[in-house]
Structure formats: structure tokens, C-alpha cells
């Protein structure tokens, strides 16, 4: 673990940002994982990274 990191306002937003995403994309996949019935909400927005195909 790292210890004493300091987190601004800028990191505090990208972190919300990527929770946010990560709980919209898992509510995709709820049927696989069996939490019941999963429905998408990510809009047109693009989730790949860089590089990927």
C-alpha cells in the first residue's frame, strides 16, 4: 500500500468519474453474475482505452 498520497480535486473528480463507469458498465452484465436483470445506461459514450480494438 501506499501511504500519504495526497489526493486533489482533480483526482478526486477522475476517481468519481471512473466509479461512476465501472457501476454503469456492471449493471450491463448483472444477468452474468447473477444480480438480477441488467440494463445498460452508457449512452453513446465511449468506454475503450486507447489501443484497444
Given at each position: 500500500l501506499v501511504k500519504?498520497?495526497?489526493?486533489d480535486d482533480?483526482?478526486?473528480?477522475r476517481?468519481?468519474?471512473s466509479e461512476a463507469e465501472l457501476l454503469a458498465e456492471k449493471r450491463c452484465v448483472?444477468?452474468?453474475t447473477g444480480?438480477?436483470?441488467a440494463y445498460c445506461d452508457l449512452g453513446p459514450v465511449?468506454?475503450?482505452?486507447p489501443?484497444?480494438?
Amino acid at each position: 500500500l501506499v501511504k500519504d498520497v495526497e489526493i486533489d480535486d482533480y483526482l478526486r473528480q477522475r476517481i468519481a468519474k471512473s466509479e461512476a463507469e465501472l457501476l454503469a458498465e456492471k449493471r450491463c452484465v448483472a444477468h452474468l453474475t447473477g444480480e438480477g436483470i441488467a440494463y445498460c445506461d452508457l449512452g453513446p459514450v465511449d468506454t475503450m482505452l486507447p489501443g484497444e480494438v
